[in-house]
């Protein structure tokens, strides 16, 4: 039909022969010539056609576009075949009724001038049917991505197979999965699969803007767009970019590329989207799963923790009581520096069993409000002289920043832990960034519930930590140092004294790129208080008169060990095991002037309730509590009208909390 003739004009009979509908065009877009199918498949009567706009055949708004696309076209005519644009074009009817059209167009001369011939074809049918295959075709591929889903172990293992899966449903040339910058790394290919990219290709600038699909219909019409893609395009085709979004950020973004312009409608689009939506999706609850998982190793290994660290502080309460007992038998010289060595290790003991209990968050705290600037600036002025000439540590405090509500001395001691572990992982010098701000936390997240914190984070450059490593970073004991140069707890401790304050611990590393620990704590509300522990007078004397103290704990060596020291400070001693004997006793005996009593007594009454039943029984009468077990010893230190002596305990500071208590006025 794009012969130099008219065809229409001198073979009549095979214009109206054609099964297409057939529209001769002046260059004024009139229409000359239509044949009886065209005026059937519009509604309009025999002959009404001609010498009307073409435009009249389309929809109104469509009208003022297809008289820009007929000017150009007529400008340059060429050869046009049926669907060479993808696009879907419509028509309308008589009756205002639109329906879906293909249409192709041939340049035609005649002894009047240039025309030009439209063949108009009805797609209505074919394309309700081809559109129904393909998105029931797309349905059952975004079910068996979710399918994937849930038999995939990994993110990474589910990030392999969806390129493929995504090109073969599409029928595309390329498929990547793009990770977002973020903490100050590149973009970069997760996975990829077709010719045009691979995992050694450096993204283009990729940040959080691209929150909507992106795409370009034809990439050789729209070279500009092409430019900024964050993947480099082929020189035709068409492109697209749907993002992966992770709590309202660009974590990443699916992209696909063909060598069709105009290949991805809105079908295909909409995989793309439902793919980086599964994609999300699991990302954060295999995220959240593995949070939780170390939530409650972490826990575990608390719990244990804890109740070691009980066990342990009343064995050294009987290894230092034996070793002040022996201090009175032993006369040489000699002895006495053994002794006081076995003393030295007891109290390495304890430091030790305090680690442990800050660990396992049961460690005692004094919370108040800390100028956080000021800290950090001492801090600062003291680790200068300790980190060395190769190493400069940096800080940077935002102006105007609240006070933390937080015992000072172990926020001191974090900081400290902290940033030696972050010189540790320099060994040729760098830079430490210390680094304090507020923050909002909008959502809730592992450790952490919304609300206002400081954060205080520590970041270095060094050698980082692969996943294996970070992933047990805060257990105790767990150290690559090695035993001669770290204990393992650092970490531990810094995590349980941050959960403990109502806050967190939060580390980020990665292997050759560096460390970033970031430290959150309760901001002061302006009504927080420091727990004041009671003074006592040094210089008075502790020597007891004779009077009666009643001694309750489960533990034998312990017990004897308390009576011990009592007996040697004066004091006549009575010593039961549990809370129902020692009830028992002062029932019987209205001479006992202290209950002296161990918090956790073992199966059945503990050690606090002893104290309300015994002064139920004897109102005033003097109470003094101990316990290893910080849990406990907070509990019972919060109570009103109770003292309490944490162990392990000398024997000067015993026989004093006795004296102090049987003193106290009533």
């Known amino acids: 039909m794009s012969a130099s003739t008219l065809p229409p004009l001198g073979i009549p009979g095979l214009f109206e022969a054609v099964p297409d509908a057939l529209l001769v065009v002046g260059v004024d877009g009139r229409i000359i010539h239509a044949n009886a199918h065209t005026e059937a498949l519009f509604g309009h009567p025999r002959g009404s056609l001609e010498g009307r706009e073409i435009e009249e055949l389309m929809p109104a708004a469509a009208r003022t576009r297809h008289r820009a696309y007929r000017d150009r076209y007529m400008a340059q005519p060429h050869v046009r075949p049926m669907g060479a644009t993808g696009q879907t074009l419509v028509g309308l009817r008589s009756d205002g009724s639109e329906f879906a059209i293909e249409i192709a167009l041939s340049p035609l001369q005649s002894a009047d001038g240039p025309r030009f011939l439209a063949s108009v074809r009805d797609i209505s049918g074919t394309q309700r049917v081809r559109q129904a295959l393909a998105r029931a075709r797309y ?45 100050g790394r590149p973009a970069g290919i997760r996975t990829a699969t077709g010719p045009a990219w691979h995992a050694g290709i450096t993204p283009r600038p990729f940040a959080g803007e691209h929150r909507e699909p992106w795409i370009i219909e034809d990439i050789a019409a729209d070279p500009s767009g092409a430019a900024l893609f964050p993947l480099p395009l082929p020189r035709s085709g068409s492109a697209v970019m749907v993002p992966v979004l992770e709590r309202h950020r660009v974590a990443g973004a699916l992209l696909a590329t063909t060598a069709e312009a105009r290949r991805f409608d809105h079908d295909a689009r909409h995989l793309l989207q439902s793919a980086a939506t599964t994609l999300a999706a699991f990302a954060r609850q295999r995220r959240a799963e593995e949070q939780l998982a170390h939530a409650h190793r972490l826990d575990a290994i608390g719990q244990l923790t804890g109740g070691v660290a009980h066990d342990f502080n009343n064995l050294l309460t009987v290894m230092s009581g034996s070793l002040q007992l022996l201090e009175t038998e032993v006369d040489s010289e000699a002895g006495r520096a053994l002794l006081a060595s076995a003393l030295r290790s007891v109290g390495r003991g304890a430091e030790l069993t305090g680690k442990l209990l800050a660990f396992a968050r049961r460690q005692r705290l004094l919370p108040r409000e800390v100028d956080v600037p000021a800290l950090l600036h001492d801090i600062g002025q003291v680790l200068k002289r300790t980190l060395g000439d190769a190493v400069r540590l940096q800080l940077e405090v935002q102006a105007g920043l609240s006070s933390a509500y937080v015992d000072a001395g172990q926020l001191e001691a974090a900081l400290l832990n902290l940033v030696l572990n972050a010189r540790d992982a320099l060994p040729r010098g760098g830079v430490i960034v210390v680094a304090a701000a507020e923050e909002q936390v909008a959502h809730a997240r592992a450790g952490l519930v919304p609300g206002r914190y400081l954060r205080l984070s520590v970041s270095d450059t060094g050698r980082g930590m692969p996943p294996d490593v970070l992933a047990r970073a805060m257990e105790p004991f767990f150290t690559t140092k090695g035993r001669e140069r770290g204990s393992g707890l650092g970490l531990s401790m810094v995590h349980g004294f941050a959960r403990q304050s109502g806050g967190d611990l939060e580390i980020d590393s990665r292997p050759d790129v560096g460390t970033e620990a970031r430290l959150y704590l ?73 209950l002296f009593t161990d918090v956790m007594l073992g199966p059945g009454m503990d050690g606090k309730r002893l104290a309300q039943q015994a002064r139920a029984l004897r109102p005033g009468l003097p109470v003094l509590l101990t316990s290893g077990d910080e849990e406990h010893a907070a509990e019972a230190d919060a109570t009103p009208g109770l003292r309490l002596l944490r162990k392990p305990w000398r024997r000067e500071e015993l026989v004093e909390a006795v004296r102090t208590e049987l003193a106290r006025p009533r």
Not at 155 to 168: H, R, Y
Not at 564 to 573: D, E, H, K, M, T
């Open 139 to 183: 349905d059952a591929i975004a079910a068996r991505i979710g399918q994937l889903a849930l038999e995939a172990g990994t993110v990474a293992e589910l990030m392999e197979l969806l390129p493929g899966l995504l090109a073969d449903a599409l029928g595309v040339d390329s498929v990547a999965i793009l990770a977002a910058p973020r903490d």
């Open 522 to 594: 309760p901001v002061a509300g302006g009504s927080g208080t420091a727990i004041a522990a009671a003074a006592t007078d040094a210089n008075a004397s502790s020597a007891g008169r004779g009077e009666r103290v009643l001694v309750v704990e489960d533990d034998p060596a312990v017990r004897a060990i308390s009576a011990a020291f009592l007996r040697a400070g004066g004091y006549a001693v009575e010593a039961v095991g549990d809370a129902e004997a020692a009830l028992e006793r002062l029932r019987d005996d209205a001479g006992i002037a202290l």
